[in-house]
């Protein structure tokens, strides 16, 4: 995330948002409102940009950049509240891998690469993507595995070596 705060964010704002802040946010299961949960953020990469908006720093904010690890409701923005920084302005600039590369306008899209088709569940499967020599060869392996544990592990046909 690329994020615009007002007042400027000072070194140890820095230090504060990359160890956690506390923060209250509602835990949430199945879309349904939950319970407010009150709890430390996880340890964050957060670092100083520059903005290359002068108006931007003469008038005290700062862009700073942001990798979260986890995704809780509004988090940067309560991070950022927590220690009186306001939010003038939130990027997602990365999402699992898939950024904004190609998109050189507000509002313009692209067409995702196979890449991030599979990253986002929409492109073939793993197996889809092997030769069929390899998947028969993982076939095989599993077969085995199957049998492996069948026989006691070892091999051995536990069940008629008893009886001989």
Not at 24 to 53: F, H, M, Q, W, Y
Not at 100 to 123: A, F, N, P, Q, Y
Not at 140 to 153: C, H, Y
Request: net charge positive.
């Amino acid at each position: 995330y690329h994020v615009v705060t007002e007042p400027m964010a000072t070194d140890e704002n820095i230090k504060e948002l990359r160890e956690g802040v506390v923060i209250t946010t509602l835990a949430r299961r199945d879309g349904i409102s939950g319970v407010p949960v009150t709890a430390k953020t996880l340890p964050c990469l957060v670092e100083r940009i520059g903005s290359g908006n002068e108006t931007q720093d003469a008038a005290g904010m700062s862009t700073l950049r942001f990798v979260i690890t986890e995704g809780r409701n509004r988090q940067i923005r309560k991070m950022c509240l927590s220690l009186g920084l306001e939010v003038t302005d939130l990027h997602r600039v990365n999402f699992a891998g898939i950024t904004l590369d190609g998109c050189e306008r507000l509002g313009e899209c692209s067409e995702l690469t196979m890449k991030e088709m599979i990253l986002v569940g929409r492109g073939p499967t793993r197996d889809e993507l092997r030769t069929p020599q390899e998947r028969e060869m993982r076939k095989l392996k599993k077969l085995n595995k199957k049998r492996k544990k069948i026989m006691g592990g070892n091999g051995i046909d536990t069940f008629s070596s008893r009886w001989r």
